[in-house]
């Protein structure tokens, strides 16, 4: 499937890491110009270097998702330089510990989902009045496998995972007669910086046999490339998925259970 975004306005958060940076790359090669947004200053620079090399347009802002200001920066950035936002990939994560409840350190819960649901909720809550003034626009919330299942000693991830998709059904309610749709990916096991700190926390001296077994149990017999929830991503924004909206899409190689 092709993606013509020609001169389209996108915000990416979380554009540092494996999967916002896919994103934006394939956004850029789809023709729209990308505003990156990371905590990591400087791993966010070089994703708008990238897009740059790639031949697109790109701005990097730098900031913490819990943050509202964050989210005033960006938007700001994005009104002046393109007048709005046409696609909003509200995709920034941290996996927080990996530890049973019982162990759970409380400071470390409450950083999960200030990131996780705050972030996402503060992006829905800044990015929606744009689109709904421009009766245009689409969002990707990224959600999770973990949005559906319990993940031993990730109760927190979980639920941060489960409330996004609470957030993505809810938003898009609310929006979907003003000419804006809300969406979420649920991604399994994807190869990222993310999931190699998640397996070195749960086997610290076995992380690539843990990786190898956990690779195995999917039906696939494989974790997700970035760019193939990139292609999801961009699926949801176009014009090929008018219809679609409050969904949460599975793309997990088949893997329920894991
Ligand atoms: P990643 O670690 O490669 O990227 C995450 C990015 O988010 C990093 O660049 C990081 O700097 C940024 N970030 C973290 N906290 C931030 C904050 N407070 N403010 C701004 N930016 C912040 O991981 P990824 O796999 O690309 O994760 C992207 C999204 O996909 C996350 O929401 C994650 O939960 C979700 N996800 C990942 C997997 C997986 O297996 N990798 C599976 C399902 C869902």
């Known amino acids: 499937m092709s993606f013509d975004f020609d001169g389209q306005r996108a915000v990416v958060t979380g554009a540092a890491g494996g999967i916002g940076r896919a994103v934006c790359l394939s956004l850029a090669r789809a023709g729209a110009r990308v505003l990156a947004v990371d905590l990591s200053a400087e791993a966010g620079e070089d994703t708008a270097d990238l897009v740059r090399e790639a031949g697109g347009e790109a701005l990097f802002v730098a900031g913490d998702v819990s943050l509202p200001e964050t989210h005033a920066s960006y938007a700001k950035a994005a009104a002046d330089a393109w007048g709005g936002i046409d696609i909003f990939m509200n995709n920034a994560g941290w996996q927080g510990e990996i530890l049973s409840i019982i162990d759970y350190p409380l400071e470390v819960f409450d950083k999960v989902m200030a990131i996780n649901v705050r972030g996402v909720f503060l992006g829905l809550k800044t990015v929606l009045p744009v689109m709904v003034a421009q009766r245009a626009g689409a969002v990707v919330n990224t959600a999770s496998l973990a949005s559906h299942i319990g993940s031993r000693n990730l109760a927190p991830y979980a639920a941060s995972k489960h409330a996004v998709m609470g ?14 749709r809300v969406n979420a990916v649920c991604p399994g096991p994807v190869d990222t910086e993310m999931l190699r700190d998640i397996e070195a926390g749960q086997s610290p001296d076995a992380a690539e046999a843990l990786r190898a077994k956990r690779a195995a149990s999917i039906p696939e017999g494989r974790y997700a490339e970035a760019t193939e929830i990139a292609d999801l991503m961009m699926y949801l924004v176009s014009g090929h998925a008018s219809h679609i909206t409050g969904q949460g899409i599975h793309i997990n190689g088949g893997a329920y259970g894991i």
């Open 167 to 180: 957030l993505t059904k809810s938003a898009a309610t609310e929006v979907a007669r003003k000419g804006v």
